[in-house]
Antibody, heavy 113, light 111 residues
């Protein structure tokens, strides 16, 4: 069965860094583009970053450009999101999702002093 | 303010048919596929419709999607109490150098 499992969330101070991971199983991870999508408390969904199936192209929402980096290791079936210079407004549940339509359960990132 | 515009709320009674609209522009809905997601309270979003009007396996045929010009719609027929959820449309946008964009979401209440 297809599954995506995020990890790495937590409480972090403003200006610090955090790396999220998303482990995929049950489908051919290396064949599909992947997204990171976040949802701030009580708010809607926001696409944060996308990466092509082979990592050749990456896209970011303007608010995270220069601070966040999406990457993947197809040999490990894992997607990553490196988040630097975190801000209070980055507080959200972060979901990884495949373009197939699979979603993880989400991991909460709280940026607070 | 999202690039894709959805009504913030919708309501219907059991058995009724309702539609949720998603309005965009020529750079997104006008020439890109539209996707619809359902988010039940406290859970992760679930893909309901892909490529404008296709249902993944397991999604009941009570759910259907359509697109016309720069607008799209999600229809739910035979409304059930378990359909009470938030619904989001999504699409890529040619004019934005970023990932997929989402509508603001529509909260559906089953009265």
């Amino acid at each position: 069965q297809e599954q995506l499992v995020e990890s790495g969330g937590g409480v972090v101070q403003p200006g610090r860094s955090l790396r999220l991971s998303c482990a995929a199983s049950g489908f051919t991870f290396s064949s599909y583009g992947m997204h990171w999508v976040r949802q701030a408390p009580g708010k809607g969904l926001e696409g944060v970053a996308a990466i092509w199936y082979d990592g050749s192209k990456k896209e970011y929402v303007d608010s995270v450009k220069g601070r966040f980096t999406v990457s993947r290791d197809n040999s490990k079936n894992t997607l990553y999101l490196q988040m630097n210079s975190l801000r209070a407004e980055d507080t959200a549940v972060y979901y990884c999702a495949s373009i197939r339509g699979d979603w993880g359960q989400g991991t909460l990132v709280t940026v607070s002093s | 303010q999202s690039v894709l515009t959805q009504p913030p709320s919708a309501a219907g009674t059991p058995g009724q048919r309702i539609t949720i609209s998603c309005s965009g522009s020529s750079s997104n809905i006008g020439n890109k596929y539209v996707f619809w997601y359902q988010q039940l309270p406290g859970t992760a979003p679930k893909l309901l419709i892909y490529r404008n009007n296709h249902r993944p396996s397991g999604v009941p045929d009570r759910f259907s999607g359509s697109k016309s010009g720069t607008s799209a719609s999600l229809a739910i027929s035979g409304l059930r109490s378990e359909d009470e959820a938030d619904y989001y449309c999504a699409a890529w946008d040619d004019s934005l150098s970023g990932p997929v964009i989402f509508g603001g979401g529509t909260k559906l209440t089953v009265l």
